[in-house]
């Protein structure tokens, strides 16, 4: 069994460098960021991303591997009855965690720095939110937050990418659930304005400062202990792909809104 503590000291490496890829990533990104500024070149930040981009994925076939070995060994462990085997079955469990949370960071970043294809179609806005409501309930009860969404009589239609819009919204939801520790109300209200589309994502949580207020959006810029600051710079990166935009609300002791706009598809002349 001597050669799974090369595989365990490997991961344990990779694990607890997880906050020095965090660190790298962010370095590059501002790096980036004032070499276009400097040169006004954006060639230079194109190259960039993409040599980020191909370290990204060089990391992550590795780790992969690692994984894969790591839950033969846990599963191995597992089997086993004594004191010796159960400790480091523990201590291995703690090194899937961190392994995982590394690959959480590269798939954050990945996904960010990625080009999108919107594959658009016709689709009501208040059904999107319906199906997404639905799929996240269960974390809602689990948290004690109950959830709304009134919805206008009539179809709310845009030209949306069905699967990149849900994922915007679930990453507001998500980060509205975490700031009701205690529970409270999650309200989705979809209404249709002129030409735009509306979409509200409200909670009763404690608000957020005016120093984290405007910085919320920023790349790498997060409050959380694990996170990774790419969440809502991903959610806005989304919105506005679509030709629409987001805004956000607080106060600090009266919640939080997020108000995304949408254009409306045109009707069709006849």
């Known amino acids: 069994m001597g050669w799974w503590w090369i595989i365990v000291a490997a991961v344990l490496g990779l694990a607890a460098g997880s906050g020095l890829t965090l660190w790298l990533a962010r370095r590059t990104w501002h790096g980036a960021r004032r070499l276009a500024a400097r ?15 191909g370290l990204a994925h060089e990391i992550k076939n590795p780790l992969s591997t690692i994984n894969v070995n790591l839950q033969l060994l846990a599963e191995d462990l597992s089997r086993r009855g004594s004191e010796d085997d159960i400790r480091l079955f523990r201590r291995l469990k703690n090194v899937q965690g961190e392994a995982d949370r590394l690959r959480s960071i590269l798939d ?13 179609s016709p689709t009501d806005v208040r059904q999107v939110v319906d199906e997404l409501t639905d799929f996240f309930a269960p974390q809602a009860e689990t948290a004690r937050v109950i959830l709304r969404t009134p919805h206008p009589g009539e179809p709310v239609i845009c030209d949306i990418d069905v699967n990149l819009l849900k994922q915007s919204l679930l990453n507001l939801m998500i980060n509205a659930i975490q700031a009701m520790p205690n529970g ?12 735009r589309a509306v ?23 997060s409050t959380k202990k694990h996170g990774t600051g790419l969440g809502l710079p991903t959610a806005r990166r989304i ?23 949408l254009p409306l598809t ?3 002349k006849t």
């Open 39 to 53: 040169t006004k070149g954006h060639d230079h930040l194109v190259e960039l991303g993409q040599l980020a981009g």
């Open 199 to 221: 979409i509200e994502v409200i909670d009763t949580g404690p608000g957020i400062p005016p120093e984290t207020l405007s910085r919320i959006f920023d790349v790498y810029y």
């Open 108 to 120: 954050d970043f990945l996904q960010y720095a990625g080009k999108l294809e919107l594959h658009l």
């Open 266 to 268: 045109a009707p069709t």
């Open 184 to 195: 409270g109300e999650l309200i989705l209200r979809v209404e249709a304005q002129k030409n």
């Open 239 to 261: 919105i506005r792909a679509h030709g629409g935009s987001i805004r956000v609300d607080s106060e600090p002791g009266k919640g939080t809104r997020f108000v995304i706009s």
